[in-house]
Each structure stands twice: as C-alpha cells, then as structure tokens.
C-alpha cells in the first residue's frame, strides 16, 4: 500500500509563489519507489480533476499542463519520500484543491486521473486578486 500526505498550501495574493508537499509512505512505495510516477492534480469548485504536472521517481523525468507550465515546478526527494509543487506567478485560476497522486509503473503520456493507483486527500490553495 501506499500512503500519501500532502501538506502545505494557503492563501496568497496573484503573481505570489507557494509550495505544496507530499509525503509517501507505506510498503508499497519503498520496495518499488524507483518504478512510481508521482503527480499532481487539482480541482476547482464545479470542475473536474485536472492534471498538473508528474514526475518519474526513478529517472526524475517531468510533466506539465500547458497551463501551468513555465510557472510551477515539480521536483522529489528521494531521500525524504516527497514530491514538491513550486508555484510561481500564481493566477486566480490556479484556485483549486490540489492532490497528490501516485502510479505504481509507467503511465504512458496521458496523465488520465483514471490511471493513477493512490491519492492524498488534498490541500487547498487560494489565489485571491
């Protein structure tokens, strides 16, 4: 199995950066964390889950929307078993829930929410204008 705890998120002003975090646990993921492709996800009031950006845990080859792309920055530690989302030049739009997500395997190229095995439960992040 596979335990996921995200942390961090908030409130900031537009054009303002914030972190969120995500810390993996569990059996599962230190047997065959090599093998795991990490993401982001998030949603907002009355949308569906989107992507955001995903990372391969073993390679630290990355991913990202078109929309979010130039602007945040996924990145791991391995050490620490935790995935980080750097968010720059913050829009009201990026408000939203956002979930950490985890696949045992490749993913292949479409980042489909159906594809991935595990979830956190989110944290909220609130960009105000």
């Known amino acids: 199995q596979v335990q996921l705890v995200e942390s961090g998120g908030g409130l900031v002003q537009a054009g303002g950066s914030l972190s969120v975090s995500c810390a993996a646990s569990?059996?599962?993921?230190?047997?065959?964390?090599?093998?795991?492709?990490m993401g982001w996800f998030r949603q907002a009031p009355g949308k569906e889950r989107e992507f955001v950006a995903a990372i391969a845990w073993g390679g630290g080859s990355t991913y990202y929307a078109d929309s979010v792309k130039g602007r945040f920055t996924i990145s791991r530690d391995n050490a620490k078993n935790t995935v980080y989302l750097q968010m720059n030049s913050l829009k009201p739009e990026d408000t939203a829930v956002y979930y950490c997500?985890?696949?045992?395997?490749?993913?292949?190229?479409?980042?489909?929410?159906?594809?991935?095995?595990?979830w956190g439960q989110g944290t909220q992040v609130t960009v105000s204008s």
């Open positions: 997500s985890a696949k045992a395997g490749y993913i292949g190229s479409s980042f489909q929410k159906r594809l991935w095995d595990y």
């Open positions: 569990g059996r599962t993921f230190s047997s065959y964390a090599m093998g795991f492709f």
